[in-house]
């Protein structure tokens, strides 16, 4: 049968080792002061380049960061209100019509967050035509989709333990017309997306560095291949040398040979 989905593209930077981050819950973002994470030329000049070039080639509906990318785990959350009373519509999705059928809003910037993490009340709204949007499941606390809510950040609902990502990218090209999707998230969303077959392209920025390590997050965290499965084929679409040594590769996903876990 053929996949309701939008079209998927992935989008990360990795060493060329395939590492994401210096270390378990140590990513190069959070220590740029430091002289050494710049000792690569350009670095972050070259990152926003690349990115600005495969907004303009794709025209993504969506960008799609999991809540890691957001609050790092272990960081304490701000305590929710409470609720006053049961809200019988709380875990039905939240689409406010002034901002999805005005057709203002040409990116919405979404969240994976079941566990209700991401308690700032940032929109994304003070860039035009952006606005953030949360997929959540029946699981997530009542409390902050009332939240959510309060502060009219739209979500919507798929799954019951977790967010059931093939549903949530059904729906958001049913219920807001995305057609294609910008994921930046990190290696554990990339890994449920890749074993859930959604995955149409790959686009990795590779930097001229090695890091290594045993359990340092990677371009794809994810249960491994099963005796029944096989590596999900690619087809190279372009390799282009960058400034500073940086490498550009690009790879769709081969048609009809999704591997879904």
């Not at 799609?64 to 957001?70: A, I, K, Q, V, Y």
């Not at 700032?120 to 959540?136: A, C, D, F, I, K």
């Not at 902050?144 to 990502?165: C, E, N, W």
Request: hydrophobic share 35%; aromatic share 4%.
């Amino acid at each position: 049968m053929m996949r309701m989905a939008p079209k998927l593209v992935v989008f990360m930077s990795a060493s060329v080792d395939g590492r994401t981050a210096l270390a378990p819950g140590r990513t190069q973002w959070e220590e740029m002061d430091d002289s050494r994470t710049s000792a690569i030329p350009n670095s972050a000049r070259v990152w926003q380049e690349l990115k600005a070039h495969l907004e303009d080639l794709h025209e993504p509906g969506a960008r799609l960061l999991g809540s890691g990318s957001l609050v790092s785990e272990g960081d304490p959350l701000p305590d929710l209100p409470p609720l006053a009373t049961e809200h019988s519509q709380l875990q039905e999705d939240s689409l406010p019509p002034d901002l999805t059928e005005t057709g203002e809003i040409t990116t919405w910037l979404t969240v994976v967050d079941s566990r209700g993490r991401l308690r700032s009340g940032y929109t994304g709204s003070e860039n035009p035509g952006q606005h953030m949007l949360h997929l959540v499941s029946r699981s997530t606390p009542l409390e902050y989709l009332s939240f959510l809510r309060d502060k009219g950040i739209p979500y919507i609902v798929a799954g019951t333990g977790r967010v059931d990502l093939r549903r949530a990218m059904g729906l958001l090209e049913e219920k807001l017309g995305v057609r294609t999707i910008l994921c930046e998230g990190g290696g554990t969303l990339n890994g449920v997306l890749l074993r859930e077959g959604l995955v149409n392209e790959l686009n990795v920025l590779v930097r001229p560095e090695l890091i290594g390590g045993t359990r340092t997050p990677t371009l794809f965290d994810c249960p491994d291949l099963t005796l029944d499965q096989w590596p999900t084929p690619l087809v190279l679409l372009s390799a282009e040398p960058l400034q500073s040594g940086f490498l550009w590769l690009r790879y769709a996903v081969a048609s009809g040979v999704l591997n879904k876990g």
